[in-house]
């Protein structure tokens, strides 16, 4: 048997604020942006330089998918950055003025740190140690 994850859905307030967030301040890829109705679209980012997993980014469509926004996992960090430099990846967040959570430092795993989305998820930007 083969499987893999092909899309993780992220409930956002807007689509065109969320495509904004994802490309133009973590540079990631828009891969897609389908019209579906007059209030539904297909929209799916990812990192650059990936063919792997997409975010495919859901307007909230119910107010129980309003008050998920930005706590899908009642404030755990919620999606893993793997980058190949830390450094530079970090300096863009603060460029950005991105939240960082918690700080930069070093584990036994790699370096990291927890950031947050425009909407309050919680991201960890790894450099694994052996990248």
């Known amino acids: 048997m083969k499987q893999k994850l092909a899309n993780i859905a992220l409930v956002v307030h807007d ?10 301040k973590l540079h990631f890829d828009l891969i897609e942006d389908t019209r579906l109705s007059p209030t539904k679209r297909w ?3 990812r990192p650059k330089g990936t063919e ?3 975010l495919l980014l859901a307007q909230a469509s119910s107010e129980r ?3 998920s926004i930005g706590n899908q ?3 755990r960090v919620f999606l893993f ?15 950005h003025n991105i939240k960082i959570i918690r700080e930069a430092s070093v584990e036994e ?4 740190a927890v950031f947050e ?4 998820n919680l991201w960890d930007l790894i450099e694994p140690v052996d990248s």
């Open 15 to 24: 689509y065109d604020e969320a495509i904004e967030f994802y490309t133009q």
């Open 43 to 45: 929209v799916l980012v």
């Open 52 to 54: 792997g997993c997409c």
């Open 65 to 67: 998918q309003k008050q």
């Open 73 to 75: 996992t009642g404030g």
């Open 81 to 95: 950055l793997h980058t190949d430099d830390f450094d530079r990846d970090y300096k863009n967040l603060q460029t």
């Open 109 to 112: 795993y790699g370096k990291v």
């Open 117 to 120: 989305d425009l909407y309050g």
